[in-house]
Nanobody
Framework: QVQLVESGGGLVQAGGSLRLSCAASGRIFSINTMGWYRQVPGNARELVAAITSGGSRNYADSVKGRFTISRDNAKNTVYLQMNSLKPEDTAVYYC?????????WGQGTQVTVSS
Protein backbone atom coordinates (compact mmCIF):
# COMPACT_ATOMS: atom_id res chain seq x y z
CA GLN A 1 0.00 0.00 0.00
CA VAL A 2 0.93 3.65 -0.40
CA GLN A 3 0.54 6.30 2.26
CA LEU A 4 0.56 10.05 1.62
CA VAL A 5 1.10 12.56 4.40
CA GLU A 6 0.52 16.25 3.72
CA SER A 7 1.78 19.21 5.71
CA GLY A 8 2.08 22.96 5.41
CA GLY A 9 -1.50 24.18 5.39
CA GLY A 10 -2.73 27.01 7.57
CA LEU A 11 -4.14 30.51 7.74
CA VAL A 12 -2.60 33.30 5.71
CA GLN A 13 -3.62 36.79 4.62
CA ALA A 14 -4.39 37.55 0.99
CA GLY A 15 -1.19 38.15 -0.92
CA GLY A 16 0.77 35.82 1.32
CA SER A 17 2.47 32.51 0.63
CA LEU A 18 2.33 28.93 1.84
CA ARG A 19 4.25 25.81 0.90
CA LEU A 20 2.56 22.43 1.01
CA SER A 21 4.48 19.17 1.19
CA CYS A 22 3.34 15.62 0.60
CA ALA A 23 5.53 12.64 1.44
CA ALA A 24 4.72 9.25 -0.03
CA SER A 25 5.75 5.96 1.54
CA GLY A 26 5.12 2.30 0.91
CA ARG A 27 5.27 0.39 -2.35
CA ILE A 28 5.71 3.21 -4.85
CA PHE A 29 5.99 2.49 -8.53
CA SER A 30 8.82 4.65 -9.87
CA ILE A 31 6.81 5.97 -12.81
CA ASN A 32 3.97 8.00 -11.39
CA THR A 33 2.22 11.32 -11.33
CA MET A 34 1.84 13.30 -8.13
CA GLY A 35 -0.54 16.17 -7.83
CA TRP A 36 -2.51 18.54 -5.68
CA TYR A 37 -6.27 18.87 -5.73
CA ARG A 38 -8.54 21.09 -3.69
CA GLN A 39 -12.12 21.00 -2.57
CA VAL A 40 -14.54 23.40 -0.95
CA PRO A 41 -17.80 22.21 0.63
CA GLY A 42 -20.47 21.60 -1.97
CA ASN A 43 -18.04 21.55 -4.87
CA ALA A 44 -16.24 18.78 -6.68
CA ARG A 45 -12.58 18.18 -6.02
CA GLU A 46 -10.53 20.00 -8.66
CA LEU A 47 -7.01 19.68 -9.98
CA VAL A 48 -4.63 22.41 -8.89
CA ALA A 49 -1.34 21.12 -10.30
CA ALA A 50 0.34 17.86 -11.20
CA ILE A 51 3.83 16.68 -12.03
CA THR A 52 5.05 13.44 -13.55
CA SER A 53 8.11 11.54 -12.39
CA GLY A 54 9.77 12.87 -15.55
CA GLY A 55 9.08 16.46 -14.53
CA SER A 56 6.21 17.43 -16.82
CA ARG A 57 3.85 19.86 -15.12
CA ASN A 58 0.33 21.11 -15.63
CA TYR A 59 -1.65 23.71 -13.73
CA ALA A 60 -5.22 24.87 -13.38
CA ASP A 61 -5.69 28.18 -15.17
CA SER A 62 -6.70 29.82 -11.89
CA VAL A 63 -3.27 29.22 -10.33
CA LYS A 64 -0.92 29.67 -13.28
CA GLY A 65 1.79 32.18 -12.49
CA ARG A 66 1.11 32.01 -8.75
CA PHE A 67 1.63 28.35 -7.79
CA THR A 68 4.61 26.12 -8.53
CA ILE A 69 4.67 22.36 -8.19
CA SER A 70 7.92 20.46 -7.75
CA ARG A 71 9.06 17.07 -6.57
CA ASP A 72 12.02 15.24 -5.09
CA ASN A 73 11.97 11.74 -6.52
CA ALA A 74 14.63 10.51 -4.09
CA LYS A 75 12.35 11.48 -1.19
CA ASN A 76 9.06 10.61 -2.93
CA THR A 77 7.88 14.06 -1.96
CA VAL A 78 5.91 16.64 -3.89
CA TYR A 79 5.68 20.33 -3.02
CA LEU A 80 3.29 23.12 -3.88
CA GLN A 81 4.59 26.65 -3.48
CA MET A 82 1.62 28.99 -3.36
CA ASN A 83 2.26 32.71 -3.77
CA SER A 84 -0.06 35.69 -4.10
CA LEU A 85 -2.79 33.75 -2.37
CA LYS A 86 -6.37 34.88 -2.78
CA PRO A 87 -9.45 34.23 -0.61
CA GLU A 88 -10.82 32.03 -3.38
CA ASP A 89 -7.85 29.69 -2.87
CA THR A 90 -9.38 28.70 0.47
CA ALA A 91 -10.03 24.95 0.42
CA VAL A 92 -8.89 21.60 1.69
CA TYR A 93 -5.88 20.60 -0.39
CA TYR A 94 -5.32 16.92 -1.13
CA CYS A 95 -2.24 15.20 -2.42
CA UNK A 96 -2.68 12.41 -4.96
CA UNK A 97 -0.32 9.83 -6.39
CA UNK A 98 -1.30 7.91 -9.51
CA UNK A 99 0.69 4.96 -10.78
CA UNK A 100 0.20 1.63 -12.49
CA UNK A 101 -0.63 0.14 -9.09
CA UNK A 102 -3.50 2.50 -8.42
CA UNK A 103 -4.56 5.95 -7.25
CA UNK A 104 -3.87 7.12 -3.70
CA TRP A 105 -4.99 10.16 -1.71
CA GLY A 106 -3.70 11.97 1.33
CA GLN A 107 -5.92 13.03 4.23
CA GLY A 108 -6.02 16.69 3.18
CA THR A 109 -4.74 19.90 4.69
CA GLN A 110 -6.76 23.08 5.18
CA VAL A 111 -5.64 26.30 3.52
CA THR A 112 -7.50 29.43 4.57
CA VAL A 113 -6.80 32.81 2.98
CA SER A 114 -8.28 35.81 4.75
CA SER A 115 -9.14 39.03 2.93
Amino acid sequence: QVQLVESGGGLVQAGGSLRLSCAASGRIFSINTMGWYRQVPGNARELVAAITSGGSRNYADSVKGRFTISRDNAKNTVYLQMNSLKPEDTAVYYCRLQAATGRYWGQGTQVTVSS
